[in-house]
């Protein structure tokens, strides 16, 4: 089950680097339209929340304790969201 959550974290994490690369793409050929921007920002954020989420999941009791990294990851997704 871990590396299922694994996997799907992974998986959506490269959605959203390709979404932002597309943005980025539209950018460096000109065009100056921010709707594939405003998607990118919009799904990052919320991938990055869930990918925090995950992680707490995986991470158990110990998600939640200020000594592991991941509580602050999950402090610092929801700034995105």
Do not use: H
């Not at 299922?4 to 100056?32: I, P, S, T």
């Not at 402090?75 to 995105?80: E, F, G, H, V």
């Amino acid at each position: 089950a871990v590396s299922f959550l694994l996997a799907e974290m992974a998986m959506k994490v490269e959605l959203a680097r390709m979404a932002y690369q597309r943005a980025a793409w539209e950018v460096d050929q000109g065009r100056r339209n921010t709707y594939y921007a405003s998607i990118a920002k919009a799904f990052a954020g919320d991938i990055a929340n869930q990918c925090a989420t995950d992680a707490v999941q995986i991470f158990g009791g110990n998600g939640f304790n200020s000594e592991y990294p991941v509580e602050k990851l999950m402090r610092d997704a929801k700034i995105y969201q």
